[in-house]
């Protein structure tokens, strides 16, 4: 048993690939947490789609017993945090849980705008900062430039800065032994009334919902009888432990350990991030601060591709949510696209996971609209205002008093000869421009407040594109704010394909009917006649193209030699078709659906 | 050694003919490799010519000889590259093996004059009809395909086997291409109805790359060239060039009577003919398929050395096969049977599959017709003009295993 003034909890707060996973596998490495020989790469990132997009999306919990230089052993809890901007809250608790953080960033790249706003929250909760300077063995690395950003930007001083490669090793026996001495062993009364955060949670068959916890104050024991504060579930424990990484079961949980408790309940939403979990017979008289419920941001409609999956994707849903349950659901028709449910997401990082597991981990071929928010719409005929999170729903413009949307503060940095480009792009995208500061001579952080509908638009593609993978971006919601907004229809052969329709600027609604008409001219293939694309505002046509019939498609010869290979090209042809929706008479891909995302690429 | 038509071969009707079995001798190499090309071919590789022809040879000695042998096609590549001697010595071992002569050998020849075959001694090897790659009697058509002749050459080509006794000759054409508006293809076909040629092939020029494992992949320069041309097609311009090929070469006499064939009175293709109504065929050589005439199809290694090696070690030359279930039997019959202008016999695919075409393919017939593609009467299922230059949109709803809601309406 290790007593409380030996444990250390800290997280690593760290941009897309500034290698926060290879160190944290370093630290499982140096610490004998983990064989080297067992070691798969990036051990923490255990889902499939984390390690391909580098990111890790559940946090995770590990604990490490270090044998530092003064001889004594103590047991580091690193908790692992989501490095993304949809997943801010999530890094918020992940970090209360904490009394520390290694802020990891890149010898080339420097601090990008994510982790700035990581480390402000983790400085806002009084965390001790550990600062980082990571792939120093690279060609590019420039720590001295990096040490002056960090001065200057985060006041952090330079003889605090360790300097590592966790590619090769370098800098993590430094790493371990500040964490032992500048990290502040975990305050706690283990006596007092049970209060433990909730910071993540993961649904297992077999023990039901695990929750992840830090211990505030109090003992967790084993089979004693739970209940979480906010959505008041009760249950009995069936095991806690600690993760090394695997489950190790324990006796007790004390005031500032880290560890899991399997409650065998049956749905994640019971065990909400942020919420605490006290003892149900002997309850805390209060939770701890700062729960709140996460609240889906960007929503999309999310269609099986043929109609008879519709129940297989309405359990795909429903077992993913098991898992994840920050994204909401709920059924909706589309005229074009038949069954399928409206989901809202986090932020688009988020809809693209779901959307990703649901057709990996499920098999199901999906179609997706393109994402909106939720727009609040006051009408004439009516005294409450309606919540529209899909364009298809909106109203005829007659009955629209006004139409209200979300807005977010929005800071994107980069390298200073981009400025013209971000701007020009934030402007059109209706930004308005607040304040630009330089974290160093060649790099600024801009502050702009803009609509959220816009920023889901492909704002950070181009974004990147603009400033050759420099610029990265943070946002936070502000608020709901009136706009001169209208809906745009599509039609294809004069019919009406609910799932394109979008909301946009008035002053905009040329431009971009325009350009979408355009980009679906491109995308949906030619049919066996001609298909006008029309774009249009209530019944005024605002944009027209025309897709020209096929007027040929036959092999051209076909002897002996070619028999099986004709079929077989015949049958990917078929492929291509049945990855298509019909819709009247025409087919159109799934690509088109996301048209509006793609209006600003080259053709 | 010419054959004389029995009286059941009325053409297009070989499988009236319940015993007859085809022979393809595929000759993989070219002087020049075109840019366009899909087939199995090499260039640079003509010193091994000698030793391919053996490796034929040995080849046919192992393979079976079921039924009477109808035809031989020696297709390529350039066939007429082989010396005539050579020709003659594999067409007497086919004669061996068979223990009868056949009724049409046929052999394909690049007009090029570089290359100009022996065209007597190919006549006396026993080769009865001659397929000229003419591609076109334009020079811009023929720079633009980089083809390396003339259409000077093409002419005398076309002569001098007319000259040495060839009196069945077939000329391939290209439409399609760059630069060809339907102008200068008019001009063209009226060149080449005025060399009184007996039968036309007209193949589109195809320059997307095939998404399939037997496509050759492509040298680079020629992948680039491809997309360059690609870019400059225009399928309305092919379109109304097919249309236009109906018409002229039916005003000359010609009968349409495939996809892509057209044949004087009895001079329809007895070779292709016989793949078209799902006739046994050996086929030897690299790349070459076999097909038993039933369920089983196979091919041979692709690659020339590959296949010289096999076959010269003893070993198969086959590299793959597949056996095909009454779906995919059934299908076939039909893109097949549609291939042929008089359409796929609606008794004869009864009396193989034991149901009217009809009726099994019902869904996909009824919105055929409906797009204009298809045409029924008593006796056949057919494609509608229209339905020839859409004949794979018409074919997709006939493919085994699809969901009623997966073709276009």
Known sequence: ?????????????????????????????????????????????????????????????????????????????????????????????????????????????????????????????????????????????????????????????????????????????????????????????????????????????????????????????????????????????????????????????TAGEVGYVASGLKSIADARVGDTLTDADRPAPEPLPGYKQALPLVFAGIYPMRGDEYPLLRDALDKLHLNDASFVYEPESSVALGFGFRCGFLGLLHMEIVQERLEREFDLDLIASAPSVEYRVATHHGDDELVVDNPAQMPPPGEVEQISEPWVAAQVITPTDHIGAIMELATGRRADFQTMEYLDPKRVNLHFEMPLGELIIDFYDQLKSRSSGYASLDYQYLGYRPGDLVKLDVLVNGEPVDALSLIVHRSNAYRQGKALVEKLKELIPRQMFEVPVQAAIGSHIISRETIRAMRKNVLAKCYGGDVTRKRKLLEKQREGKQRMKRIGSVEIPQEAFLAVLRVNEAS | MKGILPAWARMGDVAADPITHHLYVHVPFCRLVCAYCDFATVGGRAADIPRYVEALRAELARRPAPERLETIYFGGGTPSLVPAAEIARLVEAAVDRWGAAPAEVTLEANPSAREAPDWFGLRASGVSRVSLGLQSLRDPDLRALARGHTAEEARRAFAAARAAGFDNVSIDLIYGIPGQDVAAWREGLRAVVGLEPDHVSLYALQLALAPDEWAAPPRPGALRWRRRMEALQDDGVAAAQYRLAEELLGAAGFRHYELSSWARPGRESRHNSAYWARRPYTGIGAGAHSFDGAGRRWWNHRGLDAYLDAVESGASARAGGEELDEPTRAFEAVALGLRRVDGLPRERFRTEFGVDPLERYADAVRRGAANGLLAVDEEALRLTPRGRLLASEALLGFLPGVPADAVPA
Not at chain 1, 92 to 104: D, F, K, N, P
Not at chain 1, 136 to 142: C, E, N, R, T, W
Not at chain 1, 178 to 199: E, H, K, M
């Open chain 1, 1 to 253: 048993m290790i007593p409380p003034e030996r444990i250390r909890n800290f997280s690593i707060v760290a941009h897309i690939d500034h290698g926060k996973s290879t160190l944290a596998d370093r630290l499982l490495e140096a610490t004998h947490t983990i064989d080297r020989r067992l070691m798969t790469s990036q051990v923490l990132d255990s889902m499939e789609l984390e390690r391909e997009k580098g990111i890790t999306i559940k946090a995770r919990a590990v604990r490490l017993h270090y044998d530092a230089t003064d001889g004594q052993v103590y047991a580091l809890n690193l908790i692992d945090t989501p490095g993304h901007v949809d997943f801010t809250y999530e890094v918020s608790r992940s970090l209360q849980a904490c009394e520390g953080a290694i802020l990891v960033v890149d010898a080339s790249q420097g601090i990008e705008a994510q982790t700035l706003a990581n480390v402000h929250l983790a400085m806002a909760q009084d965390l001790v900062i550990i600062p980082v300077i990571n792939k120093i063995d690279l060609p590019s690395a420039d720590p001295d430039l990096v040490i002056a950003e960090l001065e200057d930007t985060l006041a952090i001083p330079r003889e605090e800065v360790i300097l590592a490669s966790a590619k090769e090793g370098t800098g993590v026996s430094e790493i371990l032994e500040a964490i032992v001495s500048r990290v502040p062993p975990p305050r706690g009364d283990g006596a007092a009334p049970l209060q433990a955060l909730v910071f993540d949670s993961h649904y297992d068959a077999y023990k039901g919902v695990v929750a992840y916890v830090r211990v505030a104050n109090g003992t967790l024991h084993d089979h004693e009888r739970i209940r979480f504060m906010a959505t008041a579930a009760t249950s009995e424990i069936l095991e806690l432990g600690w993760f090394r990484p695997q489950p190790v079961p324990a006796r007790s949980l």
